[in-house]
């Protein structure tokens, strides 16, 4: 079977996409268990570019197909913030839980109809020969008034979603991955796939 590698060094991204591409014709592998650690610099200004430097730098180093995830949450009332920089807007090392209080904080006393938000997810694919290609997917919903839930990774808990009623953490994984940016974006990813290269 041919190695797909992940690009990420987040685990709750790799949980989610090893989930969502369980019957997938590829055997997917996570950076860790092909033995590289590195930390990727995201100096681009898009989710796209983003996404095509991760996945690139670890092609070139493996030579095998890749794929990164660049994605984020861009609040209305921020006008789009935090986007791209999603995972370092309350500093390098701040955690999940400091980052969801940062953001609250921020939208104090704001009511709820001008909390809008959505979560995006852009995956880029590069293959052994270099040629490449991306996709995108998006969620919308609006950011709650505290945390709830404890399903999923970084937003999930402030992330909540008109339609059910509910955060993206208190979810169970299939609900997330039928309606979330990742769940539509891997599933155009092989579509994409299919069409051009299985
Ligand atoms: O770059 P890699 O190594 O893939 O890992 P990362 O965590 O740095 O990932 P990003 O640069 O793409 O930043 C994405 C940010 O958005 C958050 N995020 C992305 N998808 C999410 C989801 O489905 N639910 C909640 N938060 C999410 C995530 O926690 C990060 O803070
Ligand atoms: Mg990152």
Redesign the pocket.
């Known amino acids: 079977m041919k190695k797909f590698i992940v690009?990420?060094?987040?685990k709750?991204?790799i949980n989610?996409i090893s989930e969502i591409l369980k019957d997938f014709p590829y055997e997917v592998l996570s950076m860790e268990s092909v033995g590289i650690n590195l930390d990727?610099e995201?100096t681009g200004s898009t989710?796209e570019e983003?996404a095509l430097i991760?996945a690139r730098e670890i092609n070139r180093i493996t030579g095998e197909i890749v794929m990164?995830?660049?994605?984020?949450?861009e609040v209305d009332f921020l006008n789009g913030a935090p986007g791209?920089y999603?995972?370092?807007f309350a500093g390098e090392n701040a955690t999940?839980e400091e980052?969801n209080k940062k953001l609250l904080n921020m939208l104090n006393d704001v009511p709820f109809d001008k909390r809008g938000a959505r979560?995006v997810?852009v995956i880029a694919v590069v293959f052994p020969d270099g040629t490449s290609f991306t996709v995108k997917g998006t969620c919308e919903g609006y950011i709650s008034h505290e945390p709830k839930g404890a399903n999923?990774?970084?937003?999930?808990p402030i992330?909540y979603v008109p339609e059910y009623q509910m955060t993206?953490a208190q979810m169970a994984s299939e609900m997330?991955h039928m309606i979330?940016?990742?769940g539509k974006a891997l599933r155009l990813m092989v579509n994409e796939l299919q069409k051009r290269y299985i």
Do not use: P, Q, V
């Not at 999923?152 to 999930?156: A, L, S, V």
């Open positions: 690009a990420t060094k987040n709750g991204k989610e990727i995201e989710f983003n991760k990164a995830d660049d994605s984020g949450l791209i999603s995972a370092r999940d980052k979560f997810c999923g990774f970084g937003y999930d992330f993206t997330k979330s940016h990742r």
